[in-house]
């Protein structure tokens, strides 16, 4: 069974990454998303069986989007509280129990890059009769540099394709690391684990019955919404919160390290992605309308706009619509800096790109004035949105393609492309797409609040609050 781990925000890949769009949902290296890239690579393992993929409220729709986009069916674990790996882990293991079996689970962050596909199979089927066996298998990452951002396993004794684990050691200083490197005998922690789900929920029971009991009492509890999981708010809250490193892998006598070297890369900084994409003859990596004069081994991308650079060196600039970046390359890991610096002045860059997904498909931000705002919408086919009104603001809509049903108070429209409609302030109303091309609409917006916050919803499709 792959357990995909869905959680965490990218801050460091600011402006690209927000809190409501994280770096697992980018495409940062071709056509595919980090997510669906890490999906994708397991093409081959048939006896993995179905994904589970844990992720949060927030970005439940973003997953399940992203896996039908490729055709993957899979099960969304929703986790209604952070509580760390351990008790995400232990929750996934009681799931895919239910049935009374016990299934190997690869456990993968979904945010990684893994260049040679052909490689990382290959450790992996290495480490599956280790894990049927009993063991908890790990995947260490053959050091490239002396690397200061990475925690480090120490290998012992050689067992037949692998190691057994010495011990894990913390992020090192410099020289430290560059004494690992030159050892030989330590790999970088990359957070991928394969075992037993038996032998996991058994093992951590007697290592921590904290997290194992409110586990399975929340997903005892748990039930379905649309498609997903929601596992027991209460009981999930009382897990105590801990990685799977220090709650079981630095304690287990029967922990192996199975060597990988696969052209993986955490992209934990915006520096770090150069080591993935390919550059030019000046050693720029340049993505969207970029021209760069004089320029070398820089990081420049353009998402909305052309951008254009002089003379530049060792730098990064990331442009999204509403926000641009630029660093020196050593500097990226700052990048957070500017994030808490947003969150503390209240601002939604931190959060939010002017291009905002939502379950019946997304909007995106056009001009905003003092009492005004206009927004592009895109509706899927077959979708709606939720049966609302405002108390602050009236709305125009204009239909530009596709077709909309309308309901505006008791009435009920069809409009068609270059038709139109006003929705004033306080009236009931609802958009759908009942025909089989995107629906694609310019909304103005006009009243002296024009907040997202300003929606009172009387029903909802996707089970979202009302």
Request: glycine fraction near 8%.
């Amino acid at each position: 069974m792959p357990v995909l781990l869905c959680g965490g925000s990218g801050t460091r890949l600011w402006p690209l990454s927000r809190a409501q769009y994280p770096k697992q949902f980018l495409r940062l290296l071709g056509e595919h998303s980090l997510l669906q890239a890490t999906l994708l690579r397991l093409e081959g393992f048939p006896e993995l069986g179905r994904p589970v993929l844990i992720t949060n409220e927030a970005h439940r729709f973003l997953v399940a989007e992203q896996i039908r986009e490729i055709g993957i069916e899979a099960d969304i674990l929703l986790e209604p509280a952070a509580r760390n790996t351990a008790p995400a882990l232990a929750a996934a293991a009681q799931w895919c129990r239910q049935d009374g079996q016990s299934p190997l689970m690869l456990v993968l962050p979904s945010d990684h890059v893994v260049t040679d596909i052909a490689a990382f199979q290959q450790a992996v089927a290495l480490g599956l009769p280790h894990a049927a066996a009993g063991r908890f298998v790990t995947f260490g990452i053959t050091p490239e540099r002396a690397e200061t951002g990475y925690g480090y396993i120490h290998r012992g004794a050689a067992i037949a394709d692998g190691f057994a684990i010495d011990r894990f050691v913390e992020k090192p200083d410099l020289t430290t690391a560059q004494s690992y490197l030159d050892s030989g005998e330590y790999y970088w922690n990359s957070g991928m684990f394969l075992f037993r789900a038996d032998r996991y929920l058994r093992t951590l029971s007697r290592l921590a019955p904290d997290i194992v009991e409110p586990a399975r009492n929340a997903v005892d509890r748990a039930r379905r919404d649309l498609d997903f999981i929601r596992l027991d708010s209460e009981a999930f809250a009382a897990c105590r919160a801990d990685s799977i490193d220090y709650a079981l892998m630095e304690k287990t006598d029967d922990g192996i390290v199975i060597p990988l070297s696969a052209g993986w890369n955490d992209i934990g900084a915006w520096d770090t992605l150069c080591r993935s994409a390919s550059a030019d003859f000046n050693g720029n990596t340049c993505t969207g309308d970029v021209i760069a004069h004089d320029c070398s081994n820089n990081l420049i991308r353009a998402e909305s706009r052309l951008v254009t650079t002089i003379g530049l060196t060792d730098m990064v600039v990331i442009e999204t619509a509403d926000a641009v970046l630029i660093a020196p390359k050593n500097r990226t890991q700052e990048v957070k800096k500017i994030v808490e610096q947003l969150q503390r002045d209240g601002r939604t860059e931190s959060d939010l790109h002017m291009h905002v997904h939502r379950p019946w498909g997304s909007y995106q931000g056009i001009v905003q004035g003092e009492r005004y705002q206009v927004k592009r919408i895109i509706v899927k086919p077959g979708k709606r949105l939720s049966l609302q009104k405002h108390h602050h603001r009236a709305e125009h809509w204009i239909v530009v393609r596709g077709t909309a049903q309308v309901t505006r108070g008791e009435e009920i429209l069809l409009l068609a492309e270059n038709e139109s409609t006003y929705i004033p302030l306080g009236v009931v109303h609802r958009l759908e797409n009942l025909g089989k091309i995107d629906l694609e609409m310019i909304e103005v917006q006009s009243g002296g609040y024009l907040g997202e916050d300003d929606i009172v919803r009387l029903e909802d499709s996707y089970g979202r609050a009302i």
